[in-house]
């Protein structure tokens, strides 16, 4: 069956650190990946996605590229900010791009930016 | 700004109790989905919604778990009896044909 595999948390930055969350993918079709990100005592929200092979997903500042070859679609911003401290969650749906489909997520990376 | 509600936020419960979650989706969306998030664990769908019908409910204790969405809008997860192992945050989340649109949650602790 599918499945998401994600670096093993917690993680912690200082401000304006790199950030890099990898994330890899089993599914037997071609699915849509996604990033989702939940803040303390709140639901997940999306925070990018990308539908088909070397498409670019960016929100916030965040980025993150499908790569078929190597099933993979890691999370990375440039400059992080203590408001970005939340847990990440990658996902991906077996669906034809849209998003009717359910939702199979990694386990989750908690990060913490530090001033 | 449209959003998906659920109640209640928190529920406490004793083991062999039953135990009921609501949720009412975003005004439109006619696909519906409950999913359990496990504590450090990433959420695992329960049940799919189309309308007022299931599409998956594969992963759902049938034993013990129960879900309805009458009318095709809102919808109820009901557990009956409660086990140690049902504590987790239960997600419910509506779609458009673009993305998944997540409630709060409800955090079930059963002692």
């Known amino acids: 069956g599918d499945s998401v595999t994600q670096m093993e948390g917690p993680v912690t930055l200082s401000e304006e650190a790199f950030l890099t969350i990898n994330c890899t993918y089993t599914?037997?079709?071609?699915?849509?990946l996604f990033w989702y990100v939940q803040y303390p005592g709140e639901g997940l929200q999306l925070l990018l996605k990308?539908?088909?092979?070397?498409d670019k997903g960016s929100n916030k500042g965040f980025e993150a590229t499908y790569r078929k070859e190597t099933t993979s679609f890691h999370l990375e911003k440039g400059s992080v900010q203590v408001s970005d401290s939340a847990v990440y969650f990658c996902a991906l749906s077996d669906g034809s791009g849209g998003s009717n489909y359910k939702l199979t997520f990694g386990k989750g990376t908690l990060l913490t930016v530090n001033p | 700004e449209a959003e998906v509600a659920q109640s209640p936020r928190y529920k406490i419960t004793e083991k062999s109790q039953a135990v009921a979650f609501w949720c009412d989706p975003i005004?439109?969306?006619?696909?519906l989905y409950w999913y359990r998030q496990i504590l450090g664990q990433g959420p695992e769908l329960l049940v799919q919604?189309?309308?007022?019908?299931?599409?998956?409910d594969s992963q759902l204790p049938k034993d013990r778990f129960s879900a309805e969405r009458l009318k095709g809008v809102d919808s109820t997860l009901k557990i009956q009896p409660a086990e140690l192992g049902d504590s987790a945050m239960y997600l419910c989340a509506s779609s458009n044909i673009y993305e998944q649109y997540f409630g709060p949650g409800t955090r079930l602790t059963v002692t």
């Open positions: 919604f189309q309308d007022e019908s299931v599409v998956d």
């Open positions: 005004s439109g969306h006619a696909t």
């Open positions: 990308a539908t088909k092979a070397d």
């Open positions: 599914a037997t079709g071609y699915p849509s």
